[in-house]
C-alpha cells in the first residue's frame, strides 16, 4: 500500500522560511514525480512544483521561481519542499501527491499558518 | 498563471445524474486531457479519473469522464449523499510547463 506521510503543522512569522517533508513508502521511491500542491483557506487547488526523485531533477511553478526549493533524500525516501520570504499569503495546507497517470497518491497535508 | 474554467457550483437530486465541465485550452485539456479529483471537507484530494476516463482501481463505475475539444466532462449518475464534494479538474499545460487546476465545483446533491 501506498503511503505518503507529511511532517507536522507549522506557525512561521512573516519573512521566515518554511521546509515541509513528505516520506514516502509502499512503491518504487525513484519511479514516480512527486508534485507539491497547496490550498489556501476556503480556495482551490494550486500547482507549487515537482521534483523527480530518480535524478533531483525540479520543475517549478513561475509564481514560486527564486522561492522555492524541491529536494528529495533517496536514503530516506522523502522529498522536501522549502519556500522562504513568507508573507500571509503563503497560509495553507501543503500537499505532496504522486504522478502516476494523475496525482493518484496525496500526503495528508500540512497546515501552515504564517502570523506575526 | 491561467487555470481552467469551472462552474463554482452544481446541485441536482438524489439518485439523479450530474455532469461537471472544466474548459481548457488546446495546451492543456485539449492537448492531454484532463484528470478529476474529489474532496470532502478536510482531507486531501482522491483521484478519480485521469487522462479523460481512466480510472483507478476502486472508484465507483458510477462516474465516468470525457472530453470534447477543450472541455472536458464528468458525469456521476445514481448521485448518493457521499457524491457531495468539491470537483477539481487538473492538466498538464505545454506552453506554460506547468500543471494548471480548475477553481473547482461544489457539488450538492439534493
Known amino acids: 500500500q501506498v503511503y505518503l506521510v507529511q511532517s507536522g503543522a507549522e506557525v512561521k512569522r512573516p519573512g521566515a522560511s518554511l521546509k515541509v517533508s513528505c516520506k514516502a513508502s509502499?512503491?518504487?521511491?525513484?519511479?514516480?514525480?512527486m508534485h507539491w500542491v497547496r490550498q489556501a483557506p476556503g480556495q482551490g487547488l494550486e500547482w507549487m512544483g515537482c521534483?523527480?526523485?530518480?535524478?533531483?531533477?525540479?520543475q517549478y511553478a513561475q509564481k514560486f521561481q527564486g522561492r522555492v526549493t524541491m529536494t528529495r533524500d533517496t536514503s530516506i525516501s522523502t522529498v522536501y519542499v522549502e519556500l522562504s520570504g513568507l508573507t500571509s499569503d503563503d497560509a495553507a495546507v501543503y500537499y505532496c501527491?504522486?504522478?502516476?497517470?494523475?496525482?493518484?497518491?496525496w500526503g495528508q497535508g500540512t497546515l501552515v499558518t504564517v502570523s506575526s | 498563471q491561467a487555470g481552467l474554467t469551472q462552474p463554482p457550483s452544481v446541485s441536482t437530486g438524489l439518485r439523479q445524474t450530474a455532469t461537471l465541465t472544466c474548459t481548457g485550452n488546446?495546451?492543456?485539456?485539449?492537448?492531454?486531457?484532463a484528470a478529476w479529483l474529489q474532496q470532502h471537507q478536510g482531507h486531501p484530494p482522491k483521484l478519480l479519473s485521469y487522462r479523460n476516463n481512466n480510472r483507478p482501481s476502486g472508484i465507483s463505475e458510477r462516474l465516468s469522464a470525457s472530453r470534447s475539444g477543450n472541455t472536458a466532462s464528468l458525469t456521476i449518475t445514481g448521485l448518493q449523499p457521499e457524491d457531495e464534494a468539491d470537483y477539481y479538474c487538473?492538466?498538464?499545460?505545454?506552453?506554460?510547463?506547468?500543471?494548471?487546476f480548475g477553481g473547482g465545483t461544489k457539488l450538492t446533491v439534493l
Open positions: 521534483v523527480n526523485p530518480g535524478n533531483g531533477g525540479t
Open positions: 488546446s495546451n492543456n485539456v485539449g492537448n492531454e486531457g
Open positions: 501527491a504522486r504522478e502516476s497517470g494523475g496525482f493518484d497518491y
Open positions: 487538473s492538466a498538464w499545460d505545454s506552453s506554460l510547463s506547468a500543471w494548471v
Open positions: 509502499g512503491y518504487t521511491f525513484s519511479g514516480s514525480f
